[in-house]
């Protein structure tokens, strides 16, 4: 009888341990995770969910140089919807850098009324940083650590 936990908790390491040594070996390429990340975010923006946002950004993101409280990316995501639209998304990699430099589309609701802007050579950086995954297993994540786009493009957008 004392038998059957030892059993399951070794089968229960050895699938996680597999499921790791799985996708280990299995990874895409730094292109396409970066890609996906960026994706997933987009469409998260787009229904106002802000966590697939917030787990995009890099603990210090900025943008312009200028960093905004997590706070506020939160509360412009939940109250606006922006549809954001990266005319071209594939990104250039450089070690644990990368960058993709393209026309950005922005289509914000804020208060009752569409509004749309366009950037012309935004620039969005990443960096691949350490994170965790099922909070236990060490990995590592492609996240936009800087967003640059000229100032003449630059609107005042309204923050609710």
Known sequence: MRKWPLI?????????GGKYIYATLNRPDDRTLIKRALGDALQASKEGRTGG??????????VNDVQPGIR??????KNNHP???VKDTDPVVSGDT??????????VNAFGSPQSFTFKDAQMLFKKETAMDWLI??????????VRVSTENLPTLPVQ
Not at 72 to 77: E, G, L, N, R, T
Not at 98 to 107: E, L, N, Y
Not at 137 to 146: D, E, Y
């Open 137 to 146: 297993i060490p990995t590592s994540k492609w996240h936009l650590s800087a």
């Open 83 to 85: 549809d954001i639209d």
């Open 53 to 62: 946002v917030v787990d995009m950004l890099s603990e210090n993101f900025k």
């Open 98 to 107: 990368a960058q993709i430099t393209s026309d950005v589309a922005v289509k």
């Open 72 to 77: 506020q990316v939160v509360d412009y995501v």
């Open 8 to 16: 399951l908790s070794t089968l229960v390491v050895l699938a996680l």
